[in-house]
């Protein structure tokens, strides 16, 4: 089962930042989720669609300007990053999954991916973009076909998940309380992935392993590993 940081290792460091990004690669995650959202002609890397609840700042992301998010403090000091900044603190070390938010951030998406496979070191199967918007992940799939996308859900779909595969998913991101064994069996039936968020009791933990999901989404990826006794210090991606 893989241990996904959820927004970087968020439980003990700001969500969404570098520190946190560098945190999740320290404690061995297999890979990194990050919210992205378009400002100006950047992909910025925040999860809400206002600035109040993680930053210094007040009013709608998208409605911000680079050079006002450079000011604001995203907790302890840290920055609201952009994505190309986050790729660069990775270094290909690890699996990343963009949740892309807001509208048209799919437009920005691939170039900086393309870029970062040639001047980073990533490969194309270290990437995984996931959103709650299916329209997106169309469009990325039909000019992309080979990147992996991830469907979300915060529900159990009547159809359970045959979203996902008319979208052609390669994985569907299930929320915690929806977990549902039959939508879990389903899923995995149709060959899809299925990693659920967000993971942080242990209860769930156990839980989640024992109906066999491929991977959780935690706030606290070294205590998750500990938990389920990984001592594989090697990052596995989506592999």
């Known amino acids: 089962m893989l241990i996904i940081a959820h927004r970087g290792a968020s439980g003990e460091a700001p969500e969404n930042t570098l520190a946190a990004m560098t945190l999740a690669v320290a404690q061995q995650a297999d890979a990194i989720e990050l919210d992205v959202h378009r400002v100006e002609d950047t992909l910025v890397v925040i999860h809400d669609r206002f600035l109040d609840k993680t930053t210094s700042g007040r009013g709608p992301v998208s409605q911000s300007t680079l050079a006002q998010l450079a000011q604001l403090d995203a907790g302890q000091g840290e920055r609201v990053p952009t994505l190309w900044q986050v790729l660069e603190c990775v270094g290909a070390r690890c699996g990343l999954n963009i949740e892309l938010k807001g509208m048209a951030t799919d437009e920005l998406l691939l170039p900086l991916l393309e870029q970062a496979v040639a ?10 973009v996931s959103s709650f918007h299916h329209p997106m992940l169309a ?4 000019t992309k076909p080979d990147l992996r996308i991830g469907a979300l859900t915060a529900s159990c779909p009547l159809n359970y998940a045959e979203f996902a595969s008319e979208l052609a998913a390669d994985a569907v991101h299930l929320d915690v309380d929806f977990a549902d064994p039959a939508l879990i069996a389903d899923a995995q039936q149709r060959g899809l992935k299925v990693y ?9 933990l156990a839980q989640m392993a024992a109906l066999g999901v491929d991977g959780v989404f935690t706030n606290f990826p070294a205590r998750s590993r500990a938990q389920l006794g990984l001592t594989d210090p090697t990052p596995r991606g989506w592999d």
């Not at 469009?139 to 039909?142: A, F, L, N, W």
């Not at 659920?196 to 769930?204: N, P």
């Open 119 to 128: 001047q980073l070191g990533y490969r194309w199967e270290q990437f995984l």
């Open 139 to 142: 469009r990325i799939k039909g």
């Open 196 to 204: 659920v968020y967000t993971v942080d009791k242990a209860e769930d």
